[in-house]
């Protein structure tokens, strides 16, 4: 369109999601901390800012001022780089994410297969942070890291993959569009049911209650990240909430029909951003409401449950798609 | 089954092959209800072995007993077991009492059973709010529930603090009686307090026990057999919930227990789930209580003792006694040993936590690290109490 070279446009466009995400992220967290106040009859952060809004900022920077302490037995490289390599690709989830027809950061044709891919290597990050610490607390929480997040990427895939097969694309921006009639969580029985298993898997691939047992602040104390402060705390924590976030962008498209909605054509990007957040709702809504179950049991639920029913569901997906094109539906 | 009661230090499982981890949970740590150190030994996510270290809240509570007078002692009292300070106060109070043979005047006998029971009520909203936090995290649902129970509790405390002007340490009982009468619209306002609580009692229960996660969490997990519960001499809901049919303020009613009805719940699987039941009909059966003090509260003076000048003016003649109450942990004692002095000779407390404490190393062995603050909570030891 312009003379600018695909590069620079790239880069624009990456520099500026990165920023959007990350101002996003900052504020969730205060959407988040508001209705679990109300949840709980209480008022919540109120004190800096209008209504608490000036609350995320002051704790960035009471972070940023903290101390950054490393325990002297701790792996300090390893220790040092964790936090790092937790939160990149909790970011680079969003650069498949079209927030418009076009745009987005790369809307890569297999742009779903991207987004699992890199959203499973998170898990790198938590077994540096939990291995690194030395802390027995740490390292029990590493272990239930692995254990979880692998259990839970298979049917995370498969509720995903129903909207990839309904829509007959890998890319994000024709799932989106192939919506436009028919928004998958309104297909009868399948896209309902797709829905409740990608919520359920997103919530235990999050590390969310009832599924955090990697933070398990009653036992573990705080899990991989006891020993962070400072700033690498607030990197896991950005890291955190971006994942949950994207999940809920994601979760947005393949079901909610992402930017469609009434009104003019520029108000799409705005109708994705409060699907996703109703969705960031619905986790916040559960994680607020249960209590957290063991580790047995969320493996029992995995294997036992969730993955032969979504395998189901995805196998019923692709029957249902191949009689329909066959009979021309 | 026979119960294996060789002392020991750790109780351990038999050694599967598994590397071994040993791991502090305390005596700083979210879970440990004030000041517990569990020393636990794993095998992976299961312990196999536990052994309990206490003690780190001890202030000297007997000694500091035999220094104080009679008059004095009672307000310090309410500090050993801080959640449920009415209980022990009573105990004490009762002790010299009973060597003293002074008469406690009818009005003052049901104020101390209203206070009782709503002090039940108090500590089983902090017990339900902790032990939910130990297991739903406390930034999660667990939560929820905990701000919940709180919020009930607060409208406890503030009963209280109409009463005695003191929210957690209030001095209300004395030899004789009690210190203060109820104030002008206490009892409407403590009629409208225990109708919410019992209103909210149903919205928990809606919560937690259509929840199939904390169904998961507590059936089956804990089991204290009715033989270990006996043996070990655990009390309270703890031994109810294990199958035992015992209450003290039903089985050796003191004070004017005697004069209500109420039902005592027993449950007989002895898990979690079971001492959960059986505390939410205690929460009921409480607010009963309360219900039928307000209904046929007698007139008269609140104490048999006229006031005196100086504390050491009151004296128990020598002699010595063991009383014991019910407290929402369970069997709260006091052997207390007058010389005829304004102090007792010796007094010597038996905490319900301490005694139900001492069951944690006979049933965690086994269970997953998750379960163990499940099951701490679920004992409810008030670490006050424990250490004295």
């Known amino acids: ?63 940023m001022m903290k101390e950054d302490v490393v325990p002297r037995n701790a792996d300090r490289r390893v220790f040092s780089i964790a936090p790092v390599v937790f939160l990149i690709p909790c ?36 077994f540096m942070a939990g291995w690194s610490s030395n802390n027995k607390y740490a390292l029990l929480s590493a272990m239930r890291a692995v254990n979880q997040i692998i259990s839970y990427d298979l049917p995370f895939l498969m509720a995903a993959l129903v909207p990839v097969i309904l829509a007959g694309s890998l890319k994000l921006g024709e799932i989106a569009a192939a919506q436009d009639a028919l928004w998958f969580i309104a297909y009868p029985v399948l896209g309902q049911l797709g829905f409740i298993a ?17 933070e398990a602040e009653s036992e573990l104390v705080a899990g991989f990240r006891v020993e962070y402060s400072g700033m690498k705390f607030a990197l896991i924590q950005l890291g955190e909430y971006a994942h949950v976030l994207g999940t809920s962008f994601l979760g947005a498209l393949l079901f909610l029909g992402a930017w469609a909605g009434p009104g003019p054509e520029w108000l799409g990007p705005v109708w994705f951003i409060l699907k996703a957040l109703l969705i960031f709702l619905l986790i916040t809504w559960i994680r607020w409401s249960f209590i957290r179950i063991r580790v047995d049991q969320i493996l029992q639920i995995s294997w036992k449950l969730l993955w032969p029913v979504s395998l189901v569901l995805v196998i019923a997906t692709a029957i249902t798609v191949v009689i329909r094109s066959s009979t021309g539906g | 089954m026979a119960t294996d009661l060789t002392p020991r230090v750790t109780t351990e499982l038999d050694y599967a092959g ?25 095998e992976g996510e299961t312990v196999v072995g536990v052994d309990a270290v206490i003690g780190y809240l001890h202030r000297c509570h007997e000694k500091l007993a035999e220094t104080l007078a009679y008059v004095q002692y009672p307000s310090i009292a309410s500090k050993t077991d801080y959640v449920a300070a009415m209980t022990s106060e009573l105990a004490y109070v009762m002790a010299a009492e009973r060597i003293a043979k002074i008469e406690v005047p009818k009005r003052a006998e049901h104020l101390r059973v209203l206070v009782a029971e709503l002090q039940r009520v108090a500590s089983h909203c902090l017990w339900l709010g902790t032990w939910c936090m130990d297991m739903g995290g406390a930034l ?65 229960e809606a919560m937690l026990e259509d929840n ?95 006031g005196v000048k100086a504390v050491a003016q009151v004296r128990v003649p020598k002699g010595e006694t063991y009383t014991r109450v019910e ?62």
């Open chain 2, 212 to 306: 199939t996660f904390f169904l998961m969490r507590t059936k089956g997990v804990g089991v204290i057999s009715r033989q270990l519960a006996e043996e070990v001499g655990i009390s309270g809901p703890l031994l109810r919930a294990s199958g035992v049919d015992f209450d003290l303020r039903r089985d050796a009613p003191y004070s004017s227990y005697q004069d209500f009805q109420f039902k005592v719940p027993v449950e007989t699987d002895g898990d979690c789930l079971a001492r959960y039941r059986v505390r939410m009909v205690e929460f009921r059966e409480s607010i009963r209580i309360v219900r039928q003090i307000l209904d046929g509260l007698p007139e008269g003076p609140i104490s048999s003792r006229p």
């Open chain 1, 1 to 63: 369109m312009t003379g600018w070279p695909d590069a620079a446009l790239g880069a624009v466009a990456g520099v500026s999601v990165l920023l959007g995400v990350i101002g996003l992220v900052t504020y969730v967290t205060l959407l988040e901390r508001k209705f679990a106040a109300r949840m709980q009859s209480r008022i919540g952060p109120y004190r800096v800012g209008p209504h608490g809004l000036l609350q995320p900022i002051a704790d960035a920077v009471k972070l």
């Open chain 1, 91 to 126: 970011i680079l989830i969003f650069a498949t994410i079209p927030f418009a027809p076009g745009l987005g950061v790369a809307d890569l044709n297999i742009g779903i297969l991207f987004f699992l891919a890199v959203s499973s290597m998170e898990v790198v990050g938590l």
């Open chain 2, 327 to 388: 407290g929402p942990r369970g069997e709260v004692g006091c052997y207390l040993i007058a010389d005829g002095g304004p102090k007792p000779y010796r007094m010597k407390w038996r905490g319900a936590s301490f005694s139900n404490l001492a069951v944690l190393p006979f049933i965690i062995p086994g269970h997953s690290v998750a379960d163990v603050v499940a099951i701490m909570g679920s004992v409810d030891p008030v670490f006050g109490e424990v250490d004295r």
């Open chain 2, 18 to 42: 598994a590397e071994r981890l040993t791991m502090n949970m305390g005596p700083q740590h979210p879970s440990a209800h004030g000041v517990f150190r569990a020393i636990l030994t794993l």
């Open chain 2, 140 to 204: 999660g649902g667990g939560a929820t529930i905990f701000l919940y129970c709180i919020r009930e509790r607060e409208l406890v405390l503030d009963l209280f603090e109409k009463l005695t002007g003191a929210r957690l340490l209030y001095g209300f009982h004395q030899v004789g009686g009690v210190r203060y009468d109820m104030p002008e619209g206490f009892a409407a306002d403590c009629r409208q307090t225990i109708d919410l609580i019992e209103a909210r009692l149903l919205e928990y």
């Open chain 1, 198 to 214: 990608y919520i359920i898997a997103s919530v235990a691939a999050e590390n969310r209650v009832p599924f955090d047992i990697l």
